[in-house]
Structure formats: C-alpha cells, structure tokens
C-alpha cells in the first residue's frame, strides 16, 4: 500500500478523501495538509529524514489561500521532485476553467485533472504502484 497526501484548504473535501481511499484499499496511511505551503513543510521534514515510505499520490486541489496548488507545484517540483521521483498528482478541483487544465499538462508529475466528486472506485481503478499513468 502506499501512502497518500491530500491537500485541500476544506477540513470536509480532506476527511471525505481520507475516507474514500481507505474503503478503496489503495492505502492505509492518509496525510492531510491544509494548504501548500503546510505540504511543502511535510516535504522537507520527508527529507531529512530520507524515508522510502513517501507518499506515492498527492491529492491537490488548485485553488487554495497562502500556497495555491500551483505554486505549490511549481516548487515541489523544483525542490522535492528529484528526491521523490515516484510521486504522481491527481488535481482535484471542481472550479476550473480550460487554461487550467492545459496548464496541468505541463507538468509531467499530473496525471490526472478530476473536476467531479472522487469516488473509491476511481482509486482502486489507478494501475498500482507505480502510478505515473497519465490520463489527461
């Protein structure tokens, strides 16, 4: 199983993912962040530690006070990318518009752009472990 991190500024939208991934038997460890920069942190603490037990999926939504997804983005990339290199991104965001999503597309770590209600059965349906099966 590999462990997932969420990170949504909405106490509901982080416990309803928490809860669909574990009913969908892909993880037994959920890690909440309310925001990107409080993933960031996360990350860094990761780190210096240098565990392989990672998170392997992040759950982003975009639109978020403080640290945005993409920014968010932006710096995981620069920083953290190259010491997780397994990890793959699931945008989950139900206000989006067309520039969004083909921003998306330039980062090769997203694989995914949902802009309805997760559910259990699309986590069980992601090819795992390795992810990095791109959808959009």
């Not at 802009?115 to 059965?121: N, V």
Request: aromatic residues 10%; hydrophobic residues 40%.
């Amino acid at each position: 199983m590999i462990p997932v991190l969420c990170i949504n500024d909405s106490n509901i939208n982080l416990f309803v993912q928490k809860r669909l991934l574990l009913q969908s038997g892909i993880t037994d460890t959920v890690i909440t962040a309310s925001d990107g920069q409080e993933a960031l942190d996360y990350y860094s603490k990761l780190t210096e530690t240098s565990g392989s037990n990672y998170p392997r999926l992040v759950l982003l939504d975009i639109h978020m006070p403080k640290v945005d997804g993409w920014e968010f983005l932006e710096r995981f990339s620069q920083l953290y990318l190259p010491s997780f290199e397994e990890t793959s991104v699931i945008i989950n965001s139900f206000t989006v518009d067309e520039n969004e999503i083909n921003k998306a597309k330039d980062y090769p770590v997203i694989i995914d752009f949902v802009t309805s209600q997760l559910t259990a059965d699309y986590f069980r349906k992601l090819a795992l472990p390795g992810l990095h099966n791109k959808v959009l």
